[in-house]
């Protein structure tokens, strides 16, 4: 009997020492501490010169084998303009009875040629009329509009890189779609989608009032989430208001009666409803214009939250001056950093998408998770979600300046609607990274543009991105 005891005991301490063995073993290939470090997240009221927003000016270009555009003036414009996007006014008139010439069409590409070159994003509006006579100068035969669209959406869709939105469908006083001779309900329609047939998807397009969209659209309903961003025709269709902020019906755009009165989809709803409407599609798609003739509607005040309920994105700098005077004139008197900025200063940061960075973090529990998990939660504080979306990246950066890994976020940039708050999450294997302190790096790219987007915050804006979190892997 005891010299089984002593077997089993000896069978006992061997396998205690085994599975201390294979234990210490696997603590010290496993286990790992990891401390982390975030950033410090301040926002700032600077300007952020990002693209597809903002401040816009008007340029008009009439194309014509007489006296074609002067390009070196064009140059000259183009490399001292100050803004990211900027409206070209292209007319047409004297091709009102026949084809755009060879001539016109290569003016029309030289134009675009030159703006691209300098980076801009470019807003364009095809018309027959700056004068308000629309009905004289606009062809005698909607074909020939059609035409027009063909060989004008040839040259434009080789700009699609710096082409961001068309406005308008070519007809009407300046291209607004009053006035004309071809606003009919089914001419309107037919117009809008041959352009949208011939415009390469990419390119947003947009109607004069929220009464047009849903005509063309064939229905009350606003555009859904779902169907957002996929390249159809209500997908692409935003909206431009040049009359905006001006009256309580925003110089016509909206109506006296209740859109639930509507017997038909051309009829307007009332400046509350309207504006609803707007609330929901331009989570989706642009809306931008000009503001007019100072009155309460377009006190600062006042202003804000209609810009914010429409989710203006782009707005001219130089129409209405008695407007935007008043607005540098005031003041905003909120509680956060814009305290003090002048109305003017802060419509403009606030136009389109404005993304603040609040808070990074890293969590690890070392015997349960393969992956460390990377948090970062921002909001955009702007008017308007980005319509274009971009990549979001993470760069590991070693104490050597080694990027050692690089991946991007799972999230659609284009989802960030106005005051929302954002969590991305991301793994990041720190078993392969071994001991030693490291960087954490983040960074929206626009692909198209080939650019950086930034941040509100103070962090600057390295090669790697913006900093956002050091942490520590020891054993």
């Keep these: 009997m005891k010299k089984k005891s002593v ?11 085994s599975i201390i063995g294979t234990g210490y073993f696997l603590y010290i290939r496993y286990y790992f501490t990891l401390t982390f470090e975030p950033e410090s997240f301040t926002a700032t009221s600077r300007a952020l010169d990002n693209p597809y927003q903002g401040w ?11 006296t074609p555009p002067n390009l070196q003036a064009i140059e000259k414009t183009a490399a001292d303009y100050p803004h990211e996007l900027v409206l070209l006014e292209i007319n047409l008139r004297e091709y009102n009875a026949s084809a755009i010439s060879k001539q016109g069409l290569t003016q029309l590409a030289d134009i675009l040629a030159l703006w691209q070159s300098h980076g801009n994003q470019l807003i364009l509006r095809f018309l ?12 005698s035969d909607v074909s020939i509009i059609l035409e027009h669209m063909d060989q004008t959406a040839a040259v434009v869709n080789q700009y699609t890189d710096c082409v961001y939105l068309m406005q308008g469908i070519y007809v009407g006083n300046c291209g607004e779609m009053n006035n004309s001779n071809y606003m009919a309900a089914e001419t309107m329609c037919m117009l809008a989608e041959h352009l949208a047939s011939v415009t390469d998807p990419a390119i947003f397009l947009s109607v004069r009032t929220p009464a047009h969209w849903r005509a063309i659209n064939g229905a009350f309903e606003v555009l859904k989430e779902e169907d957002a961003f996929s390249g159809s025709i209500c997908a692409r269709l935003g909206l431009f208001n040049d009359g905006m902020l001006g009256s309580a019906s925003d110089l016509g755009t909206y109506g006296e009666n209740s859109i639930k009165m509507a017997e038909k989809l051309t009829d307007k709803g009332t400046r509350e409803e309207e504006i609803a409407f707007q609330n929901t599609l331009c989570n989706y798609v642009p809306n931008g214009g ?11 005040t006042n202003a804000v939250t209609d810009l914010a309920s429409m989710h203006v994105s782009y707005l001219d700098c130089g129409y209405d001056t008695a407007v935007l005077d008043k607005w ?3 003041t905003y ?8 900025t002048n109305g003017y200063d802060y419509i403009g940061s606030h136009m389109g998408y404005r993304y603040d960075l609040l808070s990074a973090g890293l969590s690890y529990d070392t015997f349960r998770d393969q992956t460390a998990n990377l948090s970062l939660t921002l909001q955009n504080s702007g008017f308007s979600a980005g319509y274009r979306a971009f990549t979001p990246t993470v760069a590991i950066v070693s104490e050597s300046g080694e990027i050692l890994a690089s991946f991007p976020f799972e999230t659609d940039t284009r989802s960030w609607v106005p005051g929302e708050t954002v969590t991305l999450n991301a793994p990041i294997d720190i078993r392969t990274l071994g001991e030693g302190s490291y960087r954490v790096y983040f960074q929206l790219f626009d692909e198209t543009l080939h650019r950086r987007i930034k941040f509100s915050n103070t962090l600057p804006l390295s090669d790697s991105g913006y900093l956002i979190l050091t942490f520590t892997v020891g054993k």
């Design 7 to 17: 077997i089993l005991i000896l069978t006992i301490l061997v396998l205690l020492s």
């Design 56 to 66: 816009y000016q008007l340029f008009g270009y009439a194309l014509s084998d007489e």
């Design 128 to 139: 027959y009329d700056w004068n308000g006579k629309a009905k004289e100068t606009e062809p």
């Design 290 to 300: 000009e503001v007019v003739l100072d009155n309460p509607y377009n006190d600062f």
């Design 328 to 330: 540098r004139a005031s």
């Design 333 to 340: 008197e909120g509680n956060d950093c814009f305290a003090g």
